[in-house]
C-alpha cells in the first residue's frame, strides 16, 4: 500500500476537520484531511444544519403565502408545492458550499483523501477506499463527529422509520408523521413537515421540549407549536416502533399505540469514535464513547488530539469550528483560548429561539442574584412591520456588577439577534453597556437595547 507523509493528519472533513485543515494551513503545516464521504462539510453541510435550513427557509415562505400574503393585500392564485424542486434546491445549495471547500483546499493546500480512515499506530492512518493509503504525521487529529442515535426497540428501516437524513428527503408529505424528541432537530425537521402539510405529533420522554432551553422560552414555545398544530405527547416513553403493512406503529408506555405514516427518530447523537481504530494507540473514550481532551485538545496519546462533536459537549457546528481553530493554532505556540460560557444556541423554527450564557433557572440553582430585562417584541416597531409581534428578547444580569450572565430571545430572527449578545458578553459587557449603545431604527436589535434598559428598570416603550 502507497504511504505518504504529511505534518497533520486530520480524520474527518466537517466543521471541525475541514476548519482544522484549513487554518492549520493558513499557519504553514503540511496538512491531510480525511473524509469518508466524496463531499467535505460533514453532517452540518451534507445531512445537518445546511439542508434542514434550506427545507425551514421554503417549507416557512409556503406557509408565508398560504396563511400570511392576504394581510398584506397580496393575492395569489393557487399555490402548488412541488417537493421535488424544493429538495432540488436543497441539493444545489448543499453542493455549492461543499464544492467551496473543495476549492478552499486547492487554494490553501489541504490534501484531500477519500475513504474510510483507521488508526495504525499513534503516527499513522490507513485510508480504505478506491485508493488505499497510509498517511504518516507528526500530529493526528481526529475530528469524526457523530451519528443520530439510535432508540432500542425502534426498528428504522431508513424510509418509513429513520433520523433526520431520512427526514431531510421525504419522497411525498406524509399525512401523518411521529416525531420521537422534542429537541431542537425534532423540532427544525417536524416544522417543516407541519408546514407542508403533515399531521405532526412529538412524543418526549421529558415533561417538556427543549430541555436545554430556558424554561420561560420553551413554555412559550410548546404554546406556539400547538396553535401551528403540533400535537405534543409529553412524559411519553417510546416502546416501540415498526413498520406494519403500509403504516408504522408506534407503542408508547401507559398510552394507546399511535398510527401513523412515517417516523422521525430524533433522541440526540452519539459520538463516531467506535471503529476509529482508537485501541491500536491505547487511547480510552468515556462511557459515553466521546473521546477525552486537556485544555489543548490534547488526547491521553501524545500527538493526538481531537475536537468537535465526537469529544462531547455542546453538539454544534460553531462550537467544533472554534475548538478546531484554537486547537491548531495552539500547536503552532499561539496562545488562544475556548470560551465555553458563550456558545450561542439557536432552534431555527418559528418563532425562532436564540440564547447564550447561563438560564434563569440555572441563576437560581447556583444562588447568584440577578436582575431581569425583559422586551416584548409587540412593543418593537419593526416587529410590528414585519408581523411578528410575538415574542421577547430576555436579558439576565448579574445583581451586583451588572455584568450580562445570560440572553435569551424567541422571535423572528432571534437567531441573527443572539451575536449582538454573544459579543458583548465575551467583552464581559454590562447591561448598562447595551443600554448605553445607539441601536439603529427602527430594527428588532433595539428590543436588545429596550430589554437591556428594562433591567435597571428604566425601559421607555415598555415603560
Ligand atoms: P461531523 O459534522 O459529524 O463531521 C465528521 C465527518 O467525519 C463526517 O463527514 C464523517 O462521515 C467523517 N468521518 C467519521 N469517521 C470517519 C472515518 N473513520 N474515516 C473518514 N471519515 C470519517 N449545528 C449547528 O450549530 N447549527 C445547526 O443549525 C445545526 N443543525 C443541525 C441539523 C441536523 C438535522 C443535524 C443532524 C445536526 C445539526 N447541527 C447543527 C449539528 C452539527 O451538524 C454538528 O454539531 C457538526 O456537524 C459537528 O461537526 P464535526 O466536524 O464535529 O462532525
Redesign the pocket.
Known sequence: MKTVRHELVV????????VAAIRAAQLGFDTAC????AQ??????????I???ALLESSHLYEEAKQRFGEHGLKIGSLDLDLSAMMNRKTKIVDTLTGGIDMLFKKQKVTPYC????LRDVHSIV?EGDEPVVIEADRILL??????ATLRGVEEDGDRIGN??T??SFPSVPERLVVIGGG??GM??GSVWNRLGSEVTVLEAFDRIFPGIDAELANIALRTFKKQGFKFHLKTFVESARVKGDQCVVEVKDGDPITCDRVLLATG?RP?TD??GLEAIGLETDRHGFIPVDANYETSVENVFA????IGGA???????EE?VVCVERMAGMHTHMNYDVIP??V?THPEIASVGKMEDELKEAGIAYNKGVCPFGANGRARTLGEPDGRVKILADAKTDRVLGVHIIGARAGDMIAEAAAAMEFGASSEDIARTCHAHPTLAEAMHEAALAVDKRAIHTA
Open positions: 480524520l474527518g472533513g466537517g466543521p471541525a476537520g475541514y480525511i473524509d469518508e464521504n467535505y462539510g460533514g453532517t452540518c453541510v451534507r445531512v445537518g444544519c439542508p434542514s435550513k475513504g474510510r480512515g483507521k485510508v475530528c469524526t463527529g457523530s451519528v443520530p433526520s437524513t427526514a431531510l431542537y432537530i427544525e425537521l447523537r463516531a471503529s476509529i475536537t468537535g462533536d465526537c453538539m454544534l457546528a460553531h462550537k467544533a469550528m478546531a444556541a439557536i431555527y
